[in-house]
């Protein structure tokens, strides 16, 4: 976070984002009813990004609570609740003492990157400095972005977890994980489990076994002793307790929680892609590329991850996808408005960018999290390139939503090289794909038609599905007869294909101008001060002159002996 010279402090920076819970009819997959809650994601340093784990558990307290009132209203019976589905952000990283039931460290958010040392020194460890060592059981290479090196860096860090796990009362889980542990009874009893495709994201998955790996877990240093049960996407792990004391939401003490996905894998599902070759993408504080690849895991060659996609019952078979995952998409909209200031609102930047519809030679690579798919460039930082006194901040609105739809072109075409088949429509979801232009811009940029649902909340959807789809539940069917046909709308591209080759060769030309930006960590004199050392080029510069310099002199001294 920025640094305040004269008090020496940190001044904590606050994001906020949404946690909200929906109810579905199970018929017609209709929305019934919503409510959202702000949670507030601090930056306590830079790189840092953390959530208070408490406040996510009060906030779904709050979303049952509000729901159920509105439901009431709506003359709804709360009775009727028959399952309760989970979906999350999937690294995001928690560790909690089961005997207190209290968190023994903010979450370590997926987009932290404080363990980029970590990951640097364990792939110079690997043999050829390969950071695809562990993806033959992984599918994931070794990087920040994965729950292992956040769970490593508490464990070496916070006094709180090493004790807790020398004492034997320390719980390792992802959001979903500490969620169903709380719903089902915490420390008085609750259900410590997480589903395979969570799993899959903490590189101490075997995606072959489907199980925890010893091999992967003595190669990280975690004892598998802290590690949550791993069960399928769709199946009851436990009854909901009662939460509080309101009557409304304690009618849904009883309610079987029988539906686990990660945010990705739900959306996947909720566009219902069950066929192999199938693909959505998700345009959320990040964006996420995912191609349904079967029975088989698909390694690539492309640099996307293989993951599971999901697994929708105890004795049905894992499904797998490719993966394309962007760090940055409408987080970079979030930068403008609350670090920049040149907007109020996601609709404004979209007036913003249709007034000028051009960046005119504007590129912005927001590399802030380094970049991801299909780079995995941890020493990549943002840049903004192709400034000229023309350039005024409408200018900026279009190459920040440009910049979202380039992003995603990259990890298409690695998908279609890694598949031998193109795609030939991209279905969306997510927040942004309310913003008309950036849909449209999507579609010229990939010179594919791209199809947004007309109901946008996909990832909730997925996860209602495979609550009310599990065994003991059984009110929601999966069978392709059975699915409800979705409305949706279609963006045919609009500019000829030479024009976006011409628009995306730039943008490839500034993602190669914000590599190796970071390539050490900081060394801080005595004063405080970064030293000129810091920078490795800066100082083999510094150093090689210093050594011509004294070369000089002494060849000049030899020359006045000789003469």
């Known amino acids: 976070g920025p640094f305040d010279s004269v008090s020496g402090k940190t001044n904590r920076q606050f994001f906020l984002w949404l946690l ?68 999350n ?121 489907m199980d925890w790996d010893p091999e992967l877990c003595k190669y990280f240093g975690i004892p598998m002793e802290i590690l949550p049960r791993v069960r399928s996407s769709s199946e009851i792990y436990g009854l909901m307790v009662s939460i509080c004391n309101s009557v409304k939401s304690g009618e849904l003490s009883g309610v079987p929680i029988s539906g686990c996905l990660g945010d990705q894998s739900a959306a996947l599902v909720g566009q219902m892609c069950f066929q192999d070759g199938q693909a959505k993408n998700t345009y959320g504080t990040g964006c996420f590329l995912l191609r349904n690849t079967g029975a088989k895991p698909v390694m690539s060659d492309h640099g996307l991850l293989t993951t599971v996609a999901y697994k929708l019952g105890r004795d049905k078979p894992a499904c797998y996808a490719l993966e394309g995952s962007v760090a940055i998409a409408g987080a970079v909209v979030r930068w403008l408005q609350d670090n920049l200031g040149i907007i109020s609102s ?112 996909t990832t909730a959807l997925g996860a209602a599905m495979a609550a009310g789809a599990a065994e003991g539940v059984s009110v929601w069917s999966l069978n392709p007869e059975d699915l409800t046909e979705v409305t949706s709308e279609k963006f045919e591209p609009q500019i000829n294909p030479e024009e976006s080759e011409y628009r995306y060769a730039r943008w490839k030309k500034a993602v190669q101008k914000s590599m190796n930006w970071e390539t050490t960590e900081p060394v801080f004199n005595g004063n405080g001060e970064t030293s000129i050392f810091s920078s490795v080029p800066l100082g083999f510069y510094i150093m090689g002159s210093m050594l011509m310099l004294i070369g000089a002199r002494y060849i000049a001294g030899q020359c006045l002996l000789n003469c």
Request: hydrophobic share 40%.
């Open 20 to 87: 909200s819970l929906k109810v579905f009819n199970s018929k017609t997959a209709e929305l019934l009813s919503h409510h959202q809650v702000e949670i507030k994601q601090s930056f306590p340093k830079e790189g840092w990004v953390e959530e208070d784990p408490k406040e996510i558990l009060q906030s779904v307290y709050e979303c049952m609570e509000r729901t159920c009132e509105k439901l009431t209203q709506l003359n709804i019976d709360i009775t009727n609740i028959k399952a309760i589905g989970v979906t």
């Open 89 to 209: 952000q999937r690294e995001t990283t928690l560790v909690w003492d089961k005997e207190t039931g209290e968190p023994l460290y903010n979450a370590i958010v997926w987009l932290d990157l404080r363990t980029q040392s970590t990951v640097e020194r364990l792939i110079n460890k690997t043999p050829g400095r390969n950071k695809n060592h562990l993806k033959h059981k992984t599918g994931l290479p070794i990087s920040t972005y994965f729950s292992a090196v956040k769970l490593r860096w508490l464990m070496d860090n916070v006094a709180e977890v090493h004790e807790a796990i020398v004492s034997h009362r320390a719980m390792f889980g992802t959001v979903d994980s500490w969620l169903i542990w709380c719903l089902t009874g915490g420390k008085s009893g609750g259900v410590h489990c997480t589903d395979v495709t969570n799993a899959s994201r903490t590189m101490l998955f075997n995606i072959h076994t």
């Open 346 to 457: 996601s609709e404004e930047l979209e007036k913003l960018a249709a007034s000028v519809c051009t960046s005119y030679g504007c590129y912005f690579v927001p590399a802030f999290s380094g970049l991801y798919a299909p780079y995995w460039e941890p020493s990549a930082r943002g840049i903004i390139c192709g400034l000229t006194q023309f350039t005024n901040k409408s200018h900026l609105a279009f190459a920040a939503l440009e910049a979202v739809c380039f992003q995603t072109r990259e990890i298409l075409d690695a998908m279609n090289q890694d598949s031998g088949i193109p795609l030939t429509q991209l279905q969306v979801d997510g927040g942004m794909t309310s913003n008309r232009l950036l849909m449209q811009l999507q579609a010229d940029i990939l010179c594919i038609p791209v199809v947004k649902p007309s109901m946008p909340e």
